[in-house]
Nanobody, 118 residues
Framework: QVQLVESGGGLAQPGGSLRLSCAAS????????MSWARQAPGKGLEWVSGIYSDGSDTYYADSVKGRFTISRDNAKNTLYLQMNSLKPEDTALYYC???????????WGQGTQVTVSS
């Protein structure tokens, strides 16, 4: 069955960095667009970033543009999100999703918590 397992979350200071990973299994990763979304406490789901199956196209929410970088390693079936210049408002539960955009997501990971605080 499809499994998406996120890791790499934790506590970071403002201005710091974290790298999230999502290990995928149970489907052909190299032919699937993938994305990251997040949900902050008391707020709705925000789509953060997405990447085409071959990595040829990406998009970012305005709130993270220039600070976050999405990438993938199709040989390792792994999706990444490099987060730099973290802000307290980046605090959220981050989810890996199978699908490039919100309208074509069909599977979710369990989420990894990111907390940005001094």
């Amino acid at each position: 069955q499809v499994q998406l397992v996120e890791s790499g979350g934790g506590l970071a200071q403002p201005g710091g960095s974290l790298r999230l990973s999502c290990a995928a299994s149970g489907f052909t990763f190299s032919t699937s667009g993938m994305s990251w979304a997040r949900q902050a406490p008391g707020k709705g789901l925000e789509w953060v970033s997405g990447i085409y199956s071959d990595g040829s196209d990406t998009y970012y929410a305005d709130s993270v543009k220039g600070r976050f970088t999405i990438s993938r390693d199709n040989a390792k079936n792994t999706l990444y999100l490099q987060m730099n210049s973290l802000k307290p408002e980046d605090t959220a539960l981050y989810y890996c999703a199978k699908g490039y955009r919100d309208y074509d997501v069909d599977y979710w990971g369990q989420g990894t918590q990111v907390t940005v605080s001094s």
